[in-house]
């Protein structure tokens, strides 16, 4: 249930917390919906205000934050998919490329130096290139269950790229 | 779901090229745990920008072509007019050594001529000839 008074303290921790996490919530939903991040964290952050009566600051509040953009975005996702969009917005979509392209390419480039040589290929081939597993496996003389394994370290490799956790 | 099975579900998300956000037990999943939103939205972002970042192509050059470069260098090298540089010694040897003594110049109350030959062949000759007087 919403909470709809809360003391003037409470509003102005509250207020401090948002101003502390709002870059990371918005980072978190730069790489979700890189086109959209702004207004998903603007009616995140509408959201949390109207339930900061729910809020703890003793418990992992910037998770609390990101759980709520999260669920700003699946409700966007699903909207979206009831949704018939015009044929305009989707091309447009489709060949406007997101502010955060350049350093989400960079970050990838970084994280990719990380990788083994084999992992490297492995990854660029699948994700990059579009390769099916069985053509990788063909191409690099491998079992297709060691394609797998090795492909699935390498994006465990990448996951934990996190920039935030730098 | 635990960890673990939440890791082989996404993988197996990844393996067939579909979205773990279309999958609602993955979604379910990650809205239970928030502390793996942040490393699931990295991991995702990153594999999407894959198709646009090239791998560091490592140049590898066909072999005939590498023989061929080999051969010209080769060849190069073996018709090239010897350019002979002039080396010193690692250290000098007088081989014969000689004084003068002079005619005094005017104003001289002697002077002598100092000759060392360093090296002697039949078409080359070096020597150090120093001449040297003093004044009256």
């Given at each position: 249930?919403?909470?709809l008074?809360?003391?003037?303290?409470?509003?102005?921790?509250f207020?401090a917390?948002l101003?502390?996490?709002?870059?990371?919530a918005?980072?978190?939903?730069?790489?979700?919906?890189?086109?959209?991040?702004?207004?998903l964290?603007?009616e995140?952050?509408?959201?949390?205000?109207?339930?900061?009566?729910?809020?703890?600051?003793?418990?992992?509040?910037?998770?609390?934050?990101?759980?709520?953009?999260?669920?700003?975005?699946?409700?966007q996702?699903?909207r979206?998919?009831r949704?018939?969009?015009a044929?305009?917005?989707?091309?447009?979509?489709?060949?406007?490329?997101?502010?955060?392209?350049a350093?989400?390419?960079?970050?990838?480039?970084?994280?990719l130096?990380?990788?083994?040589?084999?992992e490297?290929?492995?990854?660029?081939?699948?994700?990059?290139?579009?390769?099916s597993?069985?053509?990788?496996?063909?191409?690099?003389?491998?079992?297709?269950?060691?394609?797998k394994?090795?492909?699935?370290?390498?994006r465990r490799?990448?996951?934990a790229?996190?920039?935030?956790?730098? | 779901?635990?960890?673990?099975?939440?890791?082989?579900?996404?993988q197996?998300?990844?393996?067939?090229?579909t979205?773990?956000?279309d999958?609602?037990?993955?979604?379910?999943?990650?809205?239970?745990?928030?502390?793996?939103?942040?490393?699931f939205?990295?991991?995702?972002?990153?594999?999407?920008a894959?198709?646009?970042?090239?791998?560091?192509?490592?140049?590898?050059?066909?072999?005939?072509?590498?023989?061929?470069?080999?051969?010209?260098?080769?060849?190069?090298?073996?018709?090239?007019?010897?350019?002979?540089?002039?080396?010193?010694?690692?250290?000098?040897?007088?081989?014969?050594s000689?004084?003068t003594?002079?005619?005094?110049?005017?104003?001289a109350?002697f002077?002598?001529?100092?000759?060392?030959?360093?090296?002697?062949?039949?078409?080359?000759?070096?020597?150090?000839v120093?001449?040297?007087?003093?004044?009256?």
């Amino acid at each position: 249930m919403p909470r709809l008074m809360t003391d003037p303290a409470t509003d102005a921790a509250f207020t401090a917390f948002l101003q502390q996490h709002r870059a990371h919530a918005l980072a978190f939903l730069q790489r979700l919906c890189p086109r959209e991040a702004e207004d998903l964290l603007q009616e995140t952050l509408a959201k949390v205000w109207r339930y900061r009566g729910s809020w703890d600051p003793a418990r992992n509040a910037a998770a609390w934050l990101l759980q709520a953009a999260f669920r700003t975005f699946l409700d966007q996702q699903r909207r979206r998919a009831r949704e018939v969009v015009a044929d305009e917005q989707l091309v447009a979509e489709q060949t406007e490329a997101p502010a955060c392209a350049a350093e989400l390419r960079d970050e990838l480039t970084r994280a990719l130096a990380a990788l083994s040589e084999l992992e490297r290929a492995l990854l660029l081939g699948f994700h990059g290139q579009q390769r099916s597993l069985q053509e990788l496996a063909r191409q690099h003389r491998l079992p297709l269950n060691t394609v797998k394994s090795h492909l699935h370290r390498a994006r465990r490799k990448l996951a934990a790229e996190n920039p935030d956790a730098r | 779901m635990h960890a673990d099975d939440f890791d082989r579900a996404l993988q197996r998300c990844f393996d067939l090229r579909t979205d773990p956000l279309d999958d609602p037990e993955l979604a379910g999943h990650l809205l239970a745990h928030p502390e793996a939103l942040a490393e699931f939205a990295q991991l995702r972002a990153l594999l999407r920008a894959a198709p646009e970042v090239t791998a560091p192509v490592r140049r590898r050059w066909p072999l005939p072509l590498l023989a061929a470069a080999a051969l010209v260098a080769l060849a190069a090298t073996a018709l090239w007019p010897a350019r002979v540089e002039a080396t010193a010694p690692a250290s000098w040897r007088v081989l014969t050594s000689s004084l003068t003594e002079q005619r005094a110049p005017a104003g001289a109350a002697f002077a002598w001529q100092t000759r060392e030959v360093l090296v002697q062949t039949d078409r080359t000759r070096l020597e150090v000839v120093e001449q040297w007087s003093r004044n009256r």
